[in-house]
């Protein structure tokens, strides 16, 4: 299995940036993709950026050109790099893996942090 911890989130004004931290650990090896979702109350989880093989990544359309995620393989961490936030960026975000086992996918979650961005 893989651990994930988040750090990096707070309080934001607009305009502003944060960077996200997700530090893995455990059976690397096994990753095959890794992500960033986002929760609000009341609300489904949804992606917010993706990255697999080596490096190909995808981004929901609300953060195109804003948000940029990087995988720093040394140091077993994926960031998330938040530029121009807005207020609607407010959630819990959530470090993702998805890991496969003999043919088999399993899907880790963090803890989450919180990003809160004032107007």
């Known amino acids: 299995q893989v651990h994930m911890v988040e750090s990096g989130g707070g309080l934001v004004q607009a305009g502003g940036s944060l960077r996200l931290s997700c530090v893995y650990s455990g059976s690397i090896a096994s990753i095959n993709a890794m992500a960033w979702h986002r929760q609000v109350p009341g609300k489904q989880r949804e992606l917010v950026a993706g990255i697999i093989g080596e490096g190909i990544t995808n981004y929901v359309d609300s953060v195109k050109g804003r948000f940029t995620i990087s995988r720093d393989n040394a140091k077993n961490t994926v960031y998330l790099q938040m530029n121009s936030l807005k207020p609607e960026d407010t959630a819990v975000y959530y470090c993702?893996?998805?890991?496969?086992?003999?043919?088999?996918?399993?899907?880790?979650w963090g803890q989450g942090t919180q990003v809160t961005v004032a107007s």
């Open positions: 993702y893996a998805r890991c496969n086992y003999w043919g088999i996918e399993r899907d880790y």
